[in-house]
């Protein structure tokens, strides 16, 4: 996890468009936690996908992944083993990386890490 902080400060500058909302508004029903529903249902509308894959042919590379305002593995993150991220293995692997206790949610000290890493505005 020490990539995070060196990641955070090398794409300050990139990461403008990037997750910018709060722990509250990603929260729709208010209970503290957001879930991978809640999550992909305000992701996806932020177009950060599209940010990322910056040669435009829908797929992440390795070369964009490392490019990308967060930190992971990609090789664990490519779930079909094809080489590439696509937009749901991309947020998947998002996710289950700040899900620091593994319960299927994210709360707010988990989102905080998230913060810490500059993906939010
Ligand atoms: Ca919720
Ligand atoms: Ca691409
Ligand atoms: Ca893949
Ligand atoms: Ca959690």
Redesign the pocket.
């Known amino acids: 996890m020490f990539k995070r902080f060196m990641i955070a400060g090398a794409l300050a500058l990139t990461a403008t468009t990037a997750f910018g909302a709060t722990f509250a508004e990603m ?9 991978r529903d ?1 999550y992909f249902g305000t992701i996806s509308d932020w177009g950060t996908y599209s940010d990322w894959d910056s040669n435009g042919d829908g797929l992440i590379n390795q070369s964009e992944f490392d490019a990308a305002p967060f930190d992971g593995d990609y090789v664990y993150w490519d779930y079909n083993n094809d080489g590439y991220l696509d937009s749901y293995e991309v947020y998947n692997g998002l996710y289950a990386t700040y899900d620091d206790n593994d319960d299927g949610y994210w709360e707010n000290g988990e989102w905080h890490d998230f913060d810490d890493a500059g993906l939010k505005n």
């Open positions: 929260d729709s029903n208010n209970d503290g936690k957001v879930t809640e």
